[in-house]
């Protein structure tokens, strides 16, 4: 599976090409955190996903959103692992706007670990994504 996600071996260096893949003209301000993140202690698929997740929204936000600046950051605790998406673009309004397939495809990959869903969003204010899994759907078993 890393050989999936990047050259490189671990999550936090395959969401830093991601994210240089898309900002080769330097149109978008990134901002990438790892906090507490152990990628040795949880299962290969859950990476996979997590990769799969910010692709989705980072294909939304290059389509849709009209940013200048991206958010990406992830956090490992005892109880769960987040990962939180924000773009500063133009939003939407949640009441009206019909959810696309990338947002149900996101919501989907989090639901296979028992996990919750958030997506945040309004006129003039941006758009964030908060995902959580809980640490016992992600961790390897050995």
């Not at 071996?9 to 080769?24: R, Y």
């Not at 929204?57 to 990406?72: F, G, H, R």
Request: glycine share 6%; charged share 25%.
């Amino acid at each position: 599976m890393r050989l999936l996600l990047s050259l490189k071996n671990s999550l936090p260096d395959a969401f830093e090409t991601l994210l240089e893949s898309i900002n080769i003209h330097n149109r978008y301000s990134i901002s990438l955190s790892f906090d507490e993140f152990d990628d040795g202690s949880i299962s290969d698929e859950l990476q996979l996903n997590l990769y799969r997740i910010l692709q989705e929204q980072l294909n939304n936000i290059l389509k849709y959103s009209e940013a200048t600046s991206i958010e990406v950051e992830v956090m490992q605790t005892y109880e769960q692992i987040s990962m939180r998406t924000y773009d500063d673009g133009k939003g939407f309004d949640m009441a009206t706007v019909k959810k696309g397939i990338g947002i149900s495809n996101i919501k989907k990959r989090t639901e296979l670990f028992s996990g919750q869903f958030k997506l945040n969003s309004s006129p003039g204010k941006g758009c964030e994504i908060v995902i959580e899994i809980p640490i016992s759907s992600a961790v390897l078993v050995n």
